[in-house]
């Protein structure tokens, strides 16, 4: 065998040409599981070179048997996934709230794991579905692992647990044919939405552009159900559980959506992963809605029902510290693939209600993750396993890492002292809310559920004009792809009950005018909730345009001091440029040198970018002309509504794109290098909204 160069890489040739890559004690010998060191990873062991393979080959059949066994099921449901480490950062003590320990000395971090994911779709579905996204929060604490296991959207589809098999076998994929994957444009799902009242509420939260965040890093998160926080001396505060993204939220518009699956299906773990790897760490405010016993008596409805909120402006929401994701995980599959969120992982200071939603989801995520996980011992995996002491005496099962030293393996026992093993601790324990409860036995739906469209009508009427378009052209878009026409005009016919000229204009989008007649409510729609400025992402936009991305097109002879310019306004913004040229390889600027670039442009569509800016020079946007993903990069950004810097040399590819005479003020000329911070500045608004009048996609 002879040492080679192979490119950088130093190899050995073998004798049927295979290279060789071995370690010279400068990295760690490839040995099998059990630690023997392997001589050839490239051959298996063979009666002569071209002779059949022997069994006794041990490393083989390892390799080959490990690699059979790699997958385990996804996830019932939120399969598709993405996670990071941070840490939870307390702001004051709260012991008149909680004898929670996270939340007893300021300025006291704890280590913390995060999941979003989507719901409906498989594990390999791409991101930018549209969906509710799980926000699972792992707060490892010094009394044990406590799980906020949310969502991006404050209240649910279903009141009672009982219905959730029906809800998620509706909304995935149609069992005969297998598809839609990761959609809910289809006929079961709005089958059973149509039968289902209750879910309306939802519905215009996932009609919304809610479920179709830009980023991870720019959605809001929730508990949903109304949680206790207990104090030491045992009084009871009611509470809803709030992320507040740091830089504000942010959607995308959906023909965006459509295109960003086809472009980059990992849009938001890549922008996730860059964020964090790039060391801007995505935040978020934890925030408590504490009410008492007489305000939940006097609220207009129940909080055990978990497809209602109770408005910020009603109960205000009390900042009580941060969450900080800053470090990515070091494997995929031990990390995130393998954590199990639970609801009922819970620590003294916290406690359930009797949301009927909630005492389901406290059986279902512990049984499913034996099955996922293979079996009880899943709480040894690293990523499961409390960072504070833990003793117990759980032993053997499938994998068992951490079986109880000594003799004693139950209690009470007689051993005494170390021998004897844990006790329990009346002081330090868990102990549960002694609440009150009595009355019959009974399968029955309370009474003060029955209001399924008041506080659907309430969303709806906090949204601009523009954020009700969006779901109104929602609604039309998933209902003209289920097929019976009876579904359709029966997920209609509950509209008039929130807003009757939303269900006109959904009625004439699907053709049904004059066609439908209002579903009867089980209680009468209120009108007098009023808006609640909070539920609109528009009515609260970022301040600054830090986290986002822009995307400068260029070609070779492009102005260096103005792109320069424009990388140190994004820099002091927070913000990002990625260059996109006609080759990944780069551009030659006016002044000589090489700028490489990020993107080629048919790799770089600008459905990947906030804002983009347009700096060919005139013989680069001559060659462009002819190049269709360069008139796309233009066109795309303007009917998405982006803000658009550019240079004169850019006005042939905007006749190209057909927009030369559409220049609004989302168009900022860039003149020279002063004139970078102005385009940075008009980007902060992030979109053009008045421009939606002029297309329509
Ligand atoms: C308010 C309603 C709900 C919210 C906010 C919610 C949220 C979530 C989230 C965020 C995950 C993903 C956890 C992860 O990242 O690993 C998840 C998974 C899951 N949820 Fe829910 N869920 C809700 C309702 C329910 C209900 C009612 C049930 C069942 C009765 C349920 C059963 C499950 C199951 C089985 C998983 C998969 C867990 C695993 O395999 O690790 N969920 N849910």
Same mark, same amino acid.
């Given at each position: /065998?002879?040492?080679?160069?192979?490119?950088?890489?130093?190899?050995?040739?073998?004798?049927?040409?295979?290279?060789?890559?071995?370690?010279?004690?400068?990295?760690?010998?490839?040995?099998?599981?059990?630690?023997?060191?392997?001589?050839?990873?490239?051959?298996?062991?063979?009666? &002569?070179?071209?002779?059949?393979?022997?069994?006794?080959?041990?490393?083989?059949?390892?390799?080959?048997?490990?690699?059979?066994?790699?997958?385990?099921?996804?996830?019932?449901?939120? $399969?598709?996934?993405?996670?990071?480490?941070?840490?939870?950062?307390?702001?004051?003590?709260?012991?008149?709230?909680?004898?929670?320990?996270? %939340?007893?000395?300021?300025?006291?971090?704890?280590?913390?794991?995060?999941?979003?994911?989507?719901?409906?779709?498989?594990?390999?579905?791409?991101?930018?579905?549209?969906?509710?996204?799980?926000?699972?929060?792992?707060?490892?604490?010094?009394?044990?692992?406590?799980?906020?296991?949310?969502?991006?959207?404050?209240?649910?589809?279903?009141?009672?647990?009982?219905?959730?098999?029906?809800?998620?076998? +509706?909304?995935? +994929?149609?069992?005969?044919?297998?598809?839609?994957? #990761?959609?809910?444009?289809?006929?079961?799902?709005?089958?059973?939405?149509?039968?289902?009242?209750?879910?309306?509420? /939802?519905?215009?939260?996932?009609?919304?552009?809610? $479920?179709?965040?830009?980023? %991870?890093?720019?959605?809001?998160?929730?508990?949903?159900?109304?949680?206790?926080?207990?104090?030491?001396?045992?009084?009871?505060?009611?509470?809803?559980? @709030?992320?507040?993204?740091?830089?504000?939220?942010?959607?995308?518009?959906?023909?965006?959506?459509?295109?960003?699956?086809?472009?980059?299906?990992? %849009? @938001?773990?890549?922008?996730?992963?860059? +964020?964090?790897?790039?060391?801007?760490?995505?935040?978020?405010?934890?925030?408590?809605?504490?009410?008492?016993?007489? %305000?939940?008596?006097?609220?207009?409805?129940?909080?055990?029902?978990?497809?209602?909120?109770?408005?910020?402006?009603?109960?205000?929401?009390?900042?009580?510290?941060?969450?900080?994701?800053?470090?990515?995980?070091?494997?995929?599959? #031990?990390?995130?693939?393998?954590?199990?969120?639970?609801?009922?992982?819970?620590?003294?200071?916290?406690?359930?209600?009797?949301?009927?939603?909630?005492?389901?989801?406290? !059986?279902?995520?512990?049984?499913?993750?034996?099955?996922?996980?293979?079996?009880?011992? !899943?709480?040894?995996?690293?990523?499961?396993?409390?960072?504070?002491?833990?003793?117990?005496?759980?032993?053997?099962?499938?994998?068992?890492?951490?079986?109880?030293?000594?003799?004693?393996?139950?209690?009470?026992?007689?051993?005494?002292?170390?021998?004897?093993?844990?006790?329990?601790?009346?002081?330090?324990?868990?102990?549960?809310?002694?609440?009150?409860?009595?009355?019959?036995?009974?399968?029955?739906?309370? &009474?003060?559920? #029955?209001?399924?469209?008041?506080?659907?009508?309430?969303?709806?009427?906090?949204?601009?004009?523009?954020?009700?378009?969006?779901?109104?052209?929602?609604?039309?878009?998933?209902?003209?792809?289920?097929?019976?026409?009876?579904?359709?005009?029966?997920?209609?016919?509950?509209?008039?009950?929130?807003?009757?000229?939303?269900?006109?204009? =959904? +009625?004439?989008?699907?053709?049904?005018?004059?066609? =439908?007649?209002?579903?009867? #409510?089980?209680?009468?729609?209120?009108?007098?909730?009023?808006?609640?400025?909070?539920?609109?992402?528009?009515?609260?936009?970022?301040?600054?345009?830090?986290?986002?991305?822009?995307?400068?097109? =260029?070609?070779? &002879?492009?102005?260096?001091?103005?792109?320069?310019?424009?990388?140190?306004?994004?820099?002091?913004?927070?913000? /990002?440029?990625?260059?996109?040229?006609?080759?990944?390889?780069?551009?030659?600027?006016?002044?000589?040198?090489?700028?490489?670039?990020?993107?080629?442009?048919?790799?770089?569509?600008?459905?990947?970018?906030?804002?983009? $800016?347009?700096?060919?020079?005139?013989?680069?946007?001559?060659?462009?002309?002819?190049?269709?993903?360069?008139?796309?990069?233009?066109?795309?950004?303007? $009917?998405?509504?982006?803000?658009?810097?550019?240079?004169?040399?850019? /006005?042939?590819?905007?006749?190209?794109?057909?927009?030369?005479?559409?220049?609004?003020?989302?168009?900022?000329?860039?003149?020279?290098?002063?004139?970078?911070?102005?385009?940075?500045?008009?980007?902060?608004?992030?979109?053009?909204?008045?421009?939606?009048?002029?297309?329509?996609?």
């Amino acid at each position: /065998m002879k040492q080679k160069k192979h490119g950088a890489e130093e190899v050995v040739r073998g004798k049927g040409g295979e290279l060789h890559q071995t370690s010279n004690g400068d990295v760690p010998i490839l040995t099998t599981q059990q630690g023997t060191p392997v001589s050839d990873d490239q051959n298996s062991l063979k009666v &002569g070179p071209r002779g059949p393979s022997t069994l006794e080959d041990f490393h083989l059949r390892e390799k080959i048997f490990h690699f059979d066994h790699e997958r385990i099921p996804e996830r019932v449901v939120h $399969a598709r996934g993405y996670g990071a480490h941070g840490y939870f950062e307390n702001y004051e003590p709260l012991p008149d709230i909680t004898a929670a320990d996270l %939340f007893q000395r300021a300025g006291e971090k704890t280590p913390a794991f995060v999941r979003f994911s989507t719901v409906a779709g498989n594990k390999g579905s791409a991101d930018l579905a549209r969906d509710v996204r799980g926000f699972a929060v792992k707060l490892y604490t010094q009394q044990g692992n406590w799980d906020i296991v949310g969502n991006n959207i404050p209240v649910f589809f279903i009141q009672d647990a009982i219905k959730f098999p029906d809800l998620i076998h +509706a909304a995935k +994929a149609e069992p005969d044919r297998d598809f839609p994957q #990761a959609q809910t444009a289809h006929d079961n799902f709005w089958d059973f939405i149509s039968l289902m009242p209750e879910s309306m509420h /939802m519905i215009m939260w996932v009609m919304s552009d809610r $479920a179709i965040p830009r980023s %991870f890093r720019f959605m809001e998160g929730f508990g949903v159900h109304t949680y206790r926080l207990v104090t030491a001396q045992g009084k009871s505060t009611f509470v809803k559980f @709030h992320w507040k993204p740091k830089l504000g939220m942010q959607s995308v518009v959906w023909n965006e959506a459509l295109k960003i699956n086809g472009a980059d299906p990992d %849009f @938001h773990r890549r922008d996730l992963w860059n +964020a964090i790897q790039s060391g801007s760490y995505p935040e978020w405010e934890l925030g408590l809605q504490l009410f008492d016993d007489a %305000f939940a008596d006097s609220f207009d409805f129940d909080i055990l029902d978990a497809t209602k909120i109770i408005p910020e402006e009603q109960v205000p929401i009390r900042k009580v510290g941060r969450l900080v994701l800053d470090r990515c995980v070091d494997n995929f599959f #031990a990390e995130t693939e393998q954590v199990a969120f639970c609801t009922n992982n819970i620590i003294p200071g916290v406690d359930f209600t009797n949301d009927p939603l909630l005492q389901g989801r406290n !059986f279902s995520y512990l049984d499913t993750q034996v099955k996922r996980l293979g079996g009880p011992n !899943f709480t040894h995996i690293p990523i499961n396993a409390p960072k504070c002491p833990f003793h117990n005496f759980q032993q053997d099962g499938h994998m068992a890492m951490i079986n109880p030293k000594g003799r004693a393996n139950y209690e009470p026992n007689s051993w005494g002292g170390v021998e004897g093993g844990p006790r329990e601790s009346h002081d330090v324990g868990f102990h549960s809310f002694p609440a009150e409860e009595k009355g019959r036995k009974v399968r029955e739906r309370s &009474g003060s559920f #029955a209001d399924h469209y008041s506080q659907a009508r309430q969303f709806y009427m906090s949204q601009t004009k523009v954020e009700q378009g969006h779901i109104a052209e929602a609604l039309i878009f998933e209902l003209s792809k289920v097929e019976k026409p009876a579904i359709r005009a029966r997920v209609v016919s509950h509209l008039p009950n929130i807003d009757p000229k939303l269900a006109d204009r =959904v +009625a004439k989008g699907l053709g049904l005018q004059g066609k =439908v007649q209002s579903a009867t #409510a089980a209680v009468e729609p209120r009108k007098d909730l009023r808006p609640s400025k909070a539920l609109s992402i528009a009515l609260n936009p970022p301040k600054t345009f830090a986290g986002r991305k822009v995307g400068a097109l =260029v070609t070779d &002879g492009v102005d260096r001091s103005l792109l320069d310019a424009l990388k140190q306004e994004l820099d002091a913004e927070g913000a /990002m440029l990625e260059v996109v040229a006609p080759t990944v390889g780069g551009v030659q600027a006016t002044d000589g040198t090489l700028i490489e670039a990020d993107q080629k442009i048919g790799g770089g569509p600008s459905v990947l970018y906030d804002a983009i $800016a347009v700096l060919p020079s005139v013989e680069g946007a001559a060659l462009l002309l002819k190049n269709a993903a360069a008139k796309d990069f233009i066109s795309d950004a303007f $009917a998405h509504l982006k803000f658009i810097g550019w240079v004169q040399a850019a /006005m042939p590819l905007f006749e190209k794109a057909g927009i030369a005479g559409d220049l609004d003020e989302g168009f900022i000329e860039l003149t020279g290098p002063k004139t970078a911070a102005q385009f940075v500045a008009s980007c902060r608004k992030l979109r053009l909204w008045q421009r939606e009048q002029a297309v329509t996609t």
